[in-house]
């Protein structure tokens, strides 16, 4: 009897077992993940799935030069169900349930501009693609409750653009810590726009460096005038000023981590005399009228309703011919600036407007409007100069911030890079005066 369970039931159990592997493997393939991916998305965006895709099956798809997107986890597609577009995906890039393998910045200007023609009649997500999406999800039992959202994702409550809220957003950017900063940014903590007009040859210290002499130049600084810097940062325009000009600053920020760290460096470099910080709102500015006022990338944080009152401060507290320099990000008419990603984990309540809309409210305020300078290529640079140092630097970071926080930035710098390359985002420098009681400006005839 063991002989014949050895020598005829053993040869029938192994070949049964080959019958149920082939019978399984048929069925993986025909589940794959990934085609099923493409074959959606190509649903959905009316061309053809402009990167390459691994699932968690270990299937693949799409091409199979440059990058490719690596979902390593069903709870991407979860991500994606609950919170469908930009979010869901962002939310799912942080947690590390997606990922990609190759460049970042070259996987989303793919995405923004997928090969070939989109169709005419390009189906808008409705009811048949909820299904399609539903279906997609129960067929790889990616359904379920919503999953948990990143640590970083801000929090942040109260009516918008109150004082209280607007401290909470800018903590939840700024004092993400001065250490996590310094890894990030040039010796001199500018954290805005550079002007890169020593070109290739140029360095990003060198690039900030050239940015502040632009902004002391524009504003026609000289030894003894008070300038008022309003959202000063790190203090890099206070210090530079103060030191290489001779002007008396005062600077206002809402950030903590901001303002110790500027009352240090003010005391460290010998500047107390010239050169003062406040932890202080915009909205409480009610000082003897400065010669000339500087705010660099604090607009956007203001809010279009609280616009008007924001320029009308900065008047007020400007005196007769003094400058105002501002710069701000902008958007085009047609284009929507920020987006889910930026509003829910950097710049929550961030609003930018087209440069028009910026100019009519500076005029409505009194202000005449001597020079717009558009910048948007120098931030190009100046981002991916941002994003070099924070990879060479990854391990650092993550100590400070922790790998989801270093992904957000990885995702926010290669994003913001793109978005300013395209043209969907831009930046400017508005040089503009307060005119005297006779309309006189006291500006030069020839161009600042």
């Not at 039931?9 to 049964?16: D, I, K, S």
């Not at 009308?312 to 047609?334: D, I, K």
Request: charged share 25%.
């Amino acid at each position: 009897m063991i002989g014949c369970v050895s020598t005829v039931t053993v040869p029938w159990l192994a070949n049964l077992r080959g019958h149920r592997r082939r019978t399984r493997n048929m069925r993986t393939s025909r589940a794959a993940v990934a085609p099923q991916i493409e074959t959606l998305a190509h649903r959905l965006l009316g061309v053809p799935l402009p990167v390459g895709l691994r699932a968690w099956d270990g299937s693949s798809a799409g091409p199979t030069d440059g990058p490719s997107v690596s979902i390593t986890s069903r709870r991407a597609l979860r991500y994606a169900l609950w919170s469908p577009g930009e979010l869901g995906i962002a939310r799912a890039y942080v947690r590390g349930d997606l990922d990609v393998e190759g460049d970042l910045t070259e996987a989303l200007r793919r995405c923004r501009q997928p090969a070939g023609p989109p169709r005419k009649n390009a189906e808008r997500i409705g009811l048949g693609e909820l299904a399609a999406l539903l279906g997609l999800a129960a067929r790889t039992r990616a359904l379920g409750p919503p999953p948990p959202r990143p640590e970083g994702e801000a929090r942040i409550r109260g009516a918008v653009h109150s004082k209280r809220r607007d401290g909470a957003v800018i903590a939840h950017h700024y004092d993400a810590g001065n250490e996590f900063y310094r890894l990030l940014l040039d010796s001199s903590m500018a954290y805005s726009c550079a002007y890169w007009r020593r070109g290739e040859d140029g360095t990003l210290e060198q690039a900030q460096r050239d940015k502040l002499d632009l902004i002391c130049a524009k504003l026609g600084l000289r030894p003894g005038m008070r300038l008022l810097d309003v959202g000063c940062g790190w203090g890099s325009l206070i210090l530079h000023a103060a030191r290489e000009y001779g002007v008396r600053v005062t600077g206002v920020t809402l950030s903590a981590e901001q303002y110790e760290y500027v009352r240090r460096r003010i005391a460290d470099e010998g500047l107390t005399a010239s050169a003062e910080v406040r932890l202080q709102d915009y909205r409480g500015l009610d000082d003897e009228p400065y010669d000339a006022i500087a705010t660099v990338e604090m607009g956007e944080h203001v809010g279009e309703r609280n616009y008007p009152d924001y320029v009308a401060t900065l008047y007020h507290n400007l005196r007769p011919q003094g400058r105002l320099l501002l710069q701000q990000m902008s958007r085009g008419e047609n284009a929507p600036g920020g987006g889910a990603f930026i509003e829910s984990y950097i710049a929550p309540d961030m609003t930018m407007v087209p440069v028009g809309r910026t100019v009519q409210h500076l005029e409505a305020a009194g202000f005449e409007i001597r020079d717009v300078h558009a910048l948007r290529e120098h931030y190009v640079r100046t981002v991916r100069a941002w994003m070099r140092l924070l990879e060479d630097r990854t391990e650092e970071a993550a100590a400070v911030i922790g790998r989801e926080g270093v992904r957000i930035w990885r995702l926010y710098l290669a994003g913001g890079a793109l978005a300013f390359e395209q043209n969907r985002m831009g930046v400017q420098q508005f040089l503009a005066v307060r005119p005297d009681a006779a309309g006189e400006s006291g500006m030069p005839a020839e161009r600042v």
